[in-house]
């Protein structure tokens, strides 16, 4: 079982950065693949980012490629999403998720997902 812990929201002006972590339990974090999804007020939770379990892979829903980055340290068993060039419209609370997955595969979906954080809001004022 992985508990995942996000943290490094806050409150930010259009065109900032910030960083996402997402601190993980357990031993075997490196033998899951772990994605980044954002949930606006009213709106489904959406993909935003995943990376394969050795960070070979990377994978960014179209509205952040350029802008996010997503990157693990398997020796902290931390994941990160870095945030350039915020858009109001990234605003949302952001989660990260853990698969378990030693392929190169590239999940999207929420459903592919078994473990998830609580969450960190993310605000950007225009």
Do not use: H
């Amino acid at each position: 079982q992985v508990q995942l812990v996000e943290s490094g929201g806050g409150l930010v002006q259009a065109g900032d950065s910030l960083r996402l972590s997402c601190a993980a339990s357990g031993r075997t974090f490196s033998t899951y693949a772990m994605g980044w999804f954002r949930q606006a007020p009213g709106k489904e939770r959406e993909f935003v980012a995943t990376i394969t379990w050795n960070g070979g892979a990377t994978s960014y829903t179209d509205s952040v490629k350029g802008r996010f980055t997503i990157s693990r340290d398997n020796a902290k068993n931390t994941v990160y999403l870095r945030m350039n060039t915020l858009k109001p419209e990234d605003t949302a609370v952001y989660y990260c998720a853990a698969r378990w997955d030693l392929s190169n595969t590239l999940p999207q979906d929420v459903t592919q997902y078994r473990y998830w954080g609580q969450g960190t809001q993310v605000t950007v004022s225009s």
